[in-house]
Each structure stands twice: as C-alpha cells, then as structure tokens.
C-alpha cells in the first residue's frame, strides 16, 4: 500500500520569510496530493491540492510543486503569519482507491 | 455552504462498552470514510463505504468495527466492544466523486476508560 513521509516533524520561522514542507509518496499510482492545516482540536482543512498531471500550483501565499519522477511534493507558504501557526499534513491518493494516505505531519510555528 | 457534520462532539465509555458515532454526510455526496488520529499522532483511514457497501478497510477495521448507511442521510461507526487503544478523534468524510476534495467533518473525540 501507500506510504507517505513527511518532514521537517517541527518548523519554527521567524513572521515574513517563508517555510517548506517536504513530503515523499511510495505509489506511482497515486495522482492527487491535497494539504491540510490542522489547527488545535479541529478538523483537517484542505489549503491546496494537486494532481499528477500539473507540476506546480498556486493560490496567494500558498504553493505545492510536484516531482511525479521522484515522488515528492512540497508545501511552501511564503510571507508567513502567525495564523498559519498549525499542524500540516500531507496526502496522497489513488485513481480508483479514494482513501488518503497522510503523512507524520508537520508543526509549523511563526514566530512574532 | 453545506458541512459534514458528527455527533457526539465528545463521548466517554468504559471499556468493553459498546459506541456509535454518527455522521452526516454532505448530501449529493457518494463516498463515505471513517478516519483516526490518535492525540498527537497523523490521521489514518480506517474504512470507506460506496454504493452501499465498504469499499476497503484497513487493518484497524476488525470485527469489532462496522458502518452502517441506515438511512438516506447518516452514516455510523460502531464499536462493538471498546478498548483502550481505541481513544482517539474520529473523522469522518465524504467525497461528492473520484475527482473532488474529501471534506471532513469536525470530528468525535472517543475516550475509553
């Protein structure tokens, strides 16, 4: 089956530079790899998503690149808050299996 | 804009009790998951349901897990017979198709003592 490795486990940024996750997926099967913020007590919450077919993809402060060769993708947020203060989980899915498979997640500290 | 939404926020049982923790789903959705994070730890999925039926589980899901879809609009996890190592937040989730983002629900924190 799938198998999803995230890192850094922790990730402390000065407010205003930017951070990078960094996720590995063991499938070359899987073709949708959605991100989620988790904060304290909450329900996952989707911030980006991307599909095989497309290298790379933004929204605002927000971008995920993806190496289908290598079988990695990356979260890179920029110009960073301290509302983006959370736990960050990678995904990865299959065509025909709809189940995600996360990664370990990553704690993301802004700090003032 | 329509939710998933669960119930119990929060349920407390002794262990070897039996619990359901209930779902609705978004309405035009197909698909149905049961996810777990234990305190701390990553989420994992636990089972999906399509058409009526599941569609996989994972090896958390034994016999003591099942789900139901009683109705047009609720979905349920039971837990037969409850452990310890089952405290955890469940989610659920559902998907409206193969190409579309799975929302997930706010979850219920199950706490077996």
């Known amino acids: 089956g799938e198998n999803v490795e995230q890192h850094p486990s922790t990730l402390s940024v000065q407010e205003g530079d930017s951070a990078v996750i960094k996720c590995t997926y063991s499938?070359?099967?899987?073709?949708?790899f959605p991100w989620y913020k988790q904060e304290l007590g909450k329900r996952p919450q989707l911030i980006i998503d991307?599909?095989?077919?497309?290298g790379e993809k933004k929204d605002q402060r927000i971008a995920v690149t993806l190496n289908k060769t290598a079988k990695h993708f990356s979260l890179h947020i920029t110009e960073t808050q301290p509302e983006d203060s959370a736990v960050y989980f990678c995904?990865?899915?299959?065509?025909?299996?709809?189940?995600?498979?996360f990664g370990t997640g990553t704690r993301l500290t802004i700090i003032p | 804009e329509p939710e998933v939404t669960q119930t119990p926020s929060h349920q407390v049982t002794q262990m070897g009790q039996e619990v359901i923790l209930r779902c609705v789903p978004i309405?035009?959705?197909?698909?149905f998951y049961w996810y777990r994070q234990i305190l701390g730890q990553k989420v994992e999925f636990l089972v999906s349901?399509?058409?009526?039926?599941?569609?996989?589980k994972s090896e958390i899901f034994d016999d003591q897990f099942s789900v139901e879809r009683p109705d047009g609009s609720n979905f349920t996890l039971k837990i037969r017979s409850t452990k310890l190592e089952d405290s955890a937040m469940y989610f659920c989730?559902?998907?409206?198709?193969?190409?579309?983002?799975?929302?997930f629900g706010p979850g219920t924190r199950l706490t077996v003592l």
């Open positions: 499938d070359s099967a899987s073709n949708y």
């Open positions: 309405s035009n959705h197909l698909y």
């Open positions: 991307i599909r095989s077919n497309v």
């Open positions: 995904a990865a899915r299959s065509f025909g299996n709809e189940k995600l498979t």
């Open positions: 989730a559902s998907l409206a198709g193969e190409y579309n983002e799975q929302f």
């Open positions: 349901f399509y058409n009526n039926e599941i569609s996989e």
